[in-house]
């Protein structure tokens, strides 16, 4: 991150905080995903961007991948993934603050 060392918080925040903003941006946005698809969704293409920074790509249209695999960014997505879905099925869902399936058709 710019060559900052702020530990913790530079090198695993926005692994922490950028899952649940997709997250609840696929829950919330027009399409309204269930929250399975949602976390699933998400937490598929965290883990194929991070398994993508094991390899060279420069050159390729995946070369925005480039970065370091590291482990412990795999954890940093779940957890606040996680964290995100649990909230979502206690608290946000029950309270209707987050729609919980796609609108039905409008009928004639």
Same mark, same amino acid.
């Given at each position: 991150?710019f060559?900052?060392?702020?530990?913790?918080?530079?090198n695993?925040?926005a692994?922490l905080l950028?899952?649940?903003? @997709?997250?609840?941006a696929?829950?919330?946005? !027009?399409? #309204?995903?269930? /929250?399975?698809?949602?976390f699933?969704?998400?937490l *598929?293409?965290?883990?194929?961007?991070e398994?993508?920074?094991?390899?060279?790509? @420069?050159?390729?249209?995946l070369?925005?991948? !480039?970065g #370091?695999?590291? /482990?412990?960014?795999?954890?940093?997505y779940?957890v *606040?993934?996680?964290i995100?879905?649990?909230v979502?099925?206690?608290?946000?869902?029950?309270?209707?603050?987050?729609?919980s399936?796609?609108?039905p058709?409008?009928?004639?």
């Open positions: 991150m060559s900052v060392d702020g530990g913790f918080l530079t695993y925040g692994d950028a899952p649940p903003y @997709l997250y609840l696929f829950r919330g946005g !027009r399409r #309204r995903w269930r /929250p399975l698809t949602a699933s969704v998400v *598929g293409g965290c883990v194929l961007w398994w993508l920074q094991r390899y060279d790509l @420069l050159g390729t249209p070369a925005i991948t !480039r #370091r695999f590291d /482990p412990y960014d795999l954890a940093a779940t *606040g993934l996680l995100c879905y649990a979502d099925l206690r608290w946000l869902r029950p309270h209707g603050l987050l729609p399936a796609p609108d058709p409008a009928g004639p």
